[in-house]
């Protein structure tokens, strides 16, 4: 091994127990690596070190086992379904160190033999709230919060008048209560239980938040480039999502100053201006592929000189990359509403959604950016 990678390794244990880092000593239990394997391949990926006290001083490990094929055991054996860990051996000072790098992984959510399902907060591992393992589920579309019935709902928190147009769009007309409620259990508006389902209070509902708090927008334009800046405007979106995102899209553009002089009696606009298709895309893709189980936040959408930022609760689904995002590949945490919205025109499908916003972010001669940050996915619009 290089001096250089050494002195890596050594700088990684030096910087102690992170989100992405752990450390055991030789006489670790492989439960409890099976544990921080699963914790890690359920977050973001991390990097076990064995032979390294909690204090990261470097007690090393002997040669009494077989630590790759005792790793693999584990990562097959301990863990479901199992999971693909890199297992490197290295010697620094004259100690052994075994190094266990597992990624973020493709099929969660991961439990251990014990049928614990571990998440990484901080520089600990701990079993996952009954929250955090309904939205690992959701990441792996073994489950739709959109189906979800909401309590203390039925049929009188719909707007009748906007399921009666939406329906007549397919020569659907709707004559009594029973018709009604046989039809929108039918396409997952109502639960069995008469119910109504998440995606049927934020397609229909009269006034959704009541019942989803933070199920809206919130707009907030500053006078120049960071949070503590003069605040310009700030307003918060509320109602199902066609309203919300129609009226987003109005504040958006109002917002939109443009630089301009005037040359021979003749106003010229100066800075460059994205379409409106721009905008009207990434709002969609916050309202329609946000994570609605994530109570505590709303859509933000923060306004600044240079930029603007589009920012919706939950991260992709376990099988979709930023890359692949950018590529076409299109997913669906929230089938139910997708579906609606289609039908509404707001979206295609095709994912030819994202690939168009970097067309014409690159036209323009910027580079959007595309970002997870913790339970956040983030759109950002160069503005200068």
């Not at 992984?105 to 049928?115: A, E, L, R």
């Not at 934020?202 to 605040?231: M, R, V």
């Not at 089938?335 to 095709?350: A, T």
Request: glycine fraction near 6%; hydrophobic fraction near 40%.
């Amino acid at each position: 091994m290089t001096d250089a990678a050494v002195n890596k390794i050594k700088a990684l244990i030096k910087q102690g127990e992170n989100q992405f880092l752990e450390f055991k000593e030789q006489k670790v239990h492989p439960d409890s690596i099976a544990k921080e394997m699963a914790a890690f391949a359920n977050t973001q990926g991390g990097t076990i070190l064995i032979g390294v006290t909690d204090q990261a001083e470097i007690c090393g490990v002997d040669d009494s086992k077989n630590w790759e094929e005792w790793v693999a055991n584990i990562s097959r054996q301990n863990i479901i379904p199992a999971i693909q860990a890199d297992c490197l051996i290295v010697e620094i000072d004259d100690k052994k160190i075994v190094i266990i790098d597992i990624p973020k992984g493709s099929d969660k959510p991961y439990q251990t033999n014990k049928n614990l399902y571990h998440i990484r907060i901080g520089s600990t591992s701990r079993v996952a709230s009954q929250a955090e393992l309904m939205r690992m589920f959701q990441h792996a579309g073994m489950f739709h919060y959109d189906l979800t019935g909401v309590e203390n709902t039925s049929l009188k928190h719909l707007n009748m008048t906007s399921v009666s147009s939406y329906f007549q769009r397919y020569e659907i007309d709707i004559d009594d209560e029973k018709d009604v409620s046989s039809l929108l259990i039918n396409t997952d508006v109502l639960t069995d239980q008469k119910k109504v389902t998440v995606a049927g209070l934020l397609l229909f509902g009269t006034y959704p938040q009541k019942f989803l708090k933070n199920a809206s927008i919130s707009y907030a334009h500053f006078a120049g480039t960071g949070l503590n800046d003069e605040l310009i405007d700030r307003q918060v979106i509320e109602g199902p999502l066609a309203f919300q995102i129609d009226t987003a899209l109005s504040v958006v553009k109002h917002n939109i100053m443009e630089a301009s002089t005037i040359e021979k009696a003749k106003r010229v606009v100066k800075s460059k201006r994205y379409p409106d298709k721009v905008f009207r895309e990434l709002l969609v893709n916050a309202c329609v592929h946000r994570n609605y189980s994530i109570h505590g936040s709303r859509i933000r959408i923060l306004q600044f000189d240079d930029r603007i930022e589009f920012i919706s609760p939950g991260r992709l689904p376990n099988t979709v990359t930023i890359e692949k995002l950018k590529s076409g590949v299109s997913y669906a945490v929230n089938p139910v509403i997708v579906k609606f919205m289609e039908n509404l025109r707001y979206i295609d499908k095709l994912g030819r959604g994202i690939p168009m916003v970097c067309h014409e972010t690159r036209r323009l001669g910027f580079e959007p950016v595309f970002q997870e940050a913790g339970e956040e996915f983030q759109a950002i619009l160069p503005l200068q």
